[in-house]
Structure formats: structure tokens, C-alpha cells
């Protein structure tokens, strides 16, 4: 765990930095790849840039609106750099209804569209895993595992680990794969490979939210994915039967 790096008078967040770089190169690899999903460099680049302004704005307005108090005696700090001052669903809704906008107005398939931002995605998942290893968050179960880690109290599970291993062959595969003639494919290809990473390695997340039951959140949601990328792949052969 290394929530924070000292360099001098810095103090670094690390889980934050690694989000950001995790970033960068996802933007970098879906702007050099775009072309052989059908897609403009450029538009593609905009899209990430612009994205990522909203869902910072979105995620600072949605914390304010959240805890008015905590800005009411200083409004100053609507500026502040502190992430811990931002709501990150706030942001991803932000981002998300920025993308579909810009998507519009620039006339964008949603299919080409997917398949040439899925390197970023595979990167950005990657970052987040890393990221939660770096801050102690999503910490795996208790265990006497030779390869389990002291964290809160307790030897545990390196779920952290798992997902950003599990992550990184996400990304190869993703980086290795050839484009296919079915718009989509590709992105459907990274939800399939990610919901089906979660859906194993949920087991072992101990900060998992669980319902009544037992069931685990994260895993019911990866049974979701799961079964609407199965069914939208189907979507073509029943038409040409059809036809």
C-alpha cells in the first residue's frame, strides 16, 4: 500500500496519479488505434479530452451539491486540487452524457465508436485496480495464503492484485486482437473478458457489497453484463434468419 508519496514538500497522491497516467496512455493507445476501427484520431482524442474536463466539473459540482456546508465558508475550495472533493458517480454521469452529446453532434456510430475507445477503457481498468492496490481499497478476504498481504489488521486475499493482473491481460488481449467487421465486437469482447475477471475474482473481494442473502453486488451485476453481451450477439443471426 502506498497511498502516498513524499518528495520533498510534495505529498503525491498515488492512487490518483496512477488513475491519471492509466488515463493518458488509454487516450494515447485508442487515438493511435482509431483508424482501424473506423474511426477519426482526432474526434476520438477530443471525445477523451473534453470527457474528462465534464466529469471533473460534474464530480466537483456533485460533491458540492452533496455537502453544501463544506463550501459554504470558503467557496475558494470549488478550486481546490484535493480529490477527495469529488463525487465520482457525479463525474461518470457527467462524462458519460457529455460523450453521448458529442457523439451527436459529431454523427459518430455507436459501434466504431465503442471498439476504438475499448483500448482506453482496457487501460483505465487496469489504472483503477492499480490504484485501489496503491490506496488499501476493495481489500481481499481474510487469509493464511503464503502470497496474502497485511492490510487493516489482517492477513488478506491480494484481491487488489488479482484484478490488476487480470486487468493487464484484459489490455493485451484487447492490444492483440484484430478489428473485426461486426461494429461493437471489440468492446463487446472487453465487457465479456471483464465481467467474466469480476465474476471469478469477486469471490475474494471483502469490501464487496452483499444483499441479505449472501449474494454479491459486483458479481450479480457481472451476470448482467454477461448475459446482455450474449444476447446482442445473437441480435445479427436472428436477423439474417429473419431476412
Partial sequence: MLPILNLGPLALPVPGLLVLAAYWIGASLAERRAERYQSQP?????????ALMASILGARLGY???YPAAFVASPASLLSLNLNLLDVWSGLAAALLFGLAYGQRKGLQTGTTLDALTPFLASLALGLALSQLASGAAYGLPSDL???I???GASRQPSQAYDAIAGA?????????????QPGQTFMNFVLLTASAHLLLGAFDAAAATLPNGWRLNQIGAWFAIAAVLWLQRQPARTKQVE
Avoid at 491481460?169 to 467487421?181: F, N, V
Fill in 42 to 50: 482526432e474526434v476520438i482524442g477530443n471525445l477523451l479530452y473534453y
Fill in 150 to 152: 497485511e492490510l487493516w
Fill in 169 to 181: 491481460l484484459i489490455l493485451g488481449a484487447i492490444l492483440r486482437g484484430r478489428a473485426t467487421k
Fill in 64 to 66: 458540492a451539491l452533496r
Fill in 146 to 148: 503464503p502470497w496474502a
